[in-house]
């Protein structure tokens, strides 16, 4: 994402892609880590989801975390390479899913968002957030970085951004 985004070279696209990021009529659908949406094959992968109350969730180094929430880490990066304050950053979050889900964040959710916000694409070696699923089995024994796809773009359907 870093490296996509500095290669990025007229201004106004990187505007484009930081402006999409807070546009209302995406409505949080402008930026994605695609392997981390959808549910389906998730709770096919004998990792986390080993019991029926670990669905939907990952493992990363070790420790079970929702899905949904692991994807923030793309939101403080992309923040954070935009331009945008922690502060704004985290009040997004809040505002996004007090409105869109009525509840506020889980505590590793804002964790996963000020990771990338922090570290960008240094993250990994850096401690993670508390894991809120630590009832939940890590079976998956892989190791090492899987690649992922994601968007950052805020039109719907075509001319979005693969990168």
Partial sequence: VVSDYNNIE??????????????????????????????????????????????????????CYHASEVNYLLWGVMNKLCGNWWTTTKLAIFAHKLKEHGHFPLPSTI?????????????????????????????CGVTGVLPFTYKWDKDKGGGIDWW
Avoid: M, N
Avoid at 12 to 24: G, M, P, Q, S
Avoid at 37 to 43: L, N, T, V
Avoid at 113 to 128: I, N, Q, T
């Fill in 10 to 63: 007229f201004d106004i696209i990187k505007k484009r892609h930081c402006d999409a990021l807070y546009d209302t009529s995406t409505r949080g659908s402008a930026w994605e880590i695609f392997q981390l949406r959808g549910r389906s094959w998730i709770d096919k992968i004998p990792c986390c989801a080993t019991k029926p109350q670990c669905r939907g969730t990952v493992e990363v180094s070790g420790k």
């Fill in 111 to 139: 964790g996963w968002a000020k990771l990338g916000h922090k570290y960008g694409a240094d993250w990994s070696s850096h401690p993670l957030p508390s894991s809120s699923w630590g009832h939940c089995d890590t079976k």
